[in-house]
Nanobody
Framework: QVQLVESGGGSVHSGGSLRLSCVYS????????VGWFRQAPGEERERVAA????????SYEDSVKGRFTISRDSAKTTLYLQMDNLKPEDTAMYYC??????????????????????WGQGTQVTVSS
């Protein structure tokens, strides 16, 4: 089992930045996929980003490409999501996930929600115009 705890959410104006963190209760194996999802009220939980290895291999949902960056620390116990140039449509509860498919299922892989085993409780991000 792995416990995940997110932090770093908050309220910002459009164009602002936030950095989300997700601390794991134990070391995550290098080849295991980890990722971020988000869920707006009344919407399905959607993929945002995923990575494995040292963080250099990353995939993003189209709407966040060039604005969000997923990374992890060298100890493989913390996952980050740097969010720049935030937009009102980025408003959602953000969740980190672990225990995804090996190497995120291949080059460019962005696994589905059902492919992850472990989830955090979420951190709220609100972007006002």
């Amino acid at each position: 089992q792995v416990q995940l705890v997110e932090s770093g959410g908050g309220s910002v104006h459009s164009g602002g930045s936030l950095r989300l963190s997700c601390v794991y209760s134990r070391y995550i194996y290098t080849d295991d996929c980890v990722g971020w999802f988000r869920q707006a009220p009344g919407e399905e939980r959607e993929r945002v980003a995923a990575t494995w290895g040292g963080g250099a291999t990353a995939s993003y949902e189209d709407s966040v490409k060039g604005r969000f960056t997923i990374s992890r620390d060298s100890a493989k116990t913390t996952l980050y999501l740097q969010m720049d140039n935030l937009k009102p449509e980025d408003t959602a509860m953000y969740y980190c996930a672990a225990g995804g498919p090996l190497r995120c299922g291949g080059s460019g892989g962005l696994p589905l929600r059902t492919e992850y085993k472990y989830w955090g409780q979420g951190t709220q991000v609100t972007v006002s115009s």
